[in-house]
């Protein structure tokens, strides 16, 4: 893991993004993930530039209502598409990870994500499974992408294959 920052940090940071919400109205919000982690992949020949890839985190404890997790899903994708995000994390890209309390929650999060176009965006998983010590939640097949049947991991098969040119 190359950095780590706290939602602490993101709250004095004060980050706002203008998006276009559920009802087609453009607001303007802050942002404030309750995490962000970058990885460095280091290449096994050295010739390879060490890509970047980089996740903010959504911890979803069953609070909150439908109308607020769907604030949260069309924000958070806004903001990983904002100049915003880049100069203040450092990375060109990244995608939001959601951790909630079940995998029903997590189906139906999936359903609005896809409903409003943010789906990619987006990875989902249970705190049951990410807590999970026989598994690696950073390398484990164990998250889910609206509208795939897959887990994937979040680091891509491609990453572990060397390229050839």
């Given at each position: 893991m190359s950095r780590w920052v706290s939602e602490r940090q993101f709250r004095t940071w004060k980050?706002?993004?203008?998006?276009?919400n559920?009802?087609?109205?453009?607001?303007?919000?802050g942002v404030e993930p309750d995490?962000?982690?970058?990885?460095?992949?280091k290449s096994p020949s050295k010739r390879r530039r060490r890509p970047v890839?980089?996740?903010?985190?959504?911890?979803?404890r069953g609070t909150e209502d439908?109308?607020?997790?769907?604030?949260?899903?069309?924000?958070?994708?806004?903001?990983?598409?904002?100049?915003?995000?880049?100069?203040?994390l450092g990375v060109k890209s990244g995608r939001c990870l959601m951790i909630t309390t079940g995998r029903e929650r997590a189906q139906n999060m999936m359903a609005l994500a896809r409903e409003m176009n943010v789906a990619w965006a987006w990875y989902f998983c249970?705190?049951?499974?990410v807590?999970?010590?026989?598994?690696n939640a950073v390398t484990d097949a164990l998250w889910r992408?609206?509208?795939r049947e897959e887990l994937v991991s979040l680091v891509p098969d491609s990453f572990y294959r060397e390229k050839k040119n």
């Open positions: 980050h706002r993004i203008s998006y276009q559920a009802d087609m109205e453009i607001v303007e919000k995490g962000f982690f970058a990885l460095w992949w890839l980089s996740f903010t985190i959504e911890l979803d439908l109308e607020r997790i769907r604030e949260k899903l069309l924000a958070n994708a806004a903001y990983l598409d904002s100049r915003v995000y880049r100069d203040a249970t705190f049951a499974e807590m999970d010590q026989k598994r992408r609206a509208g």
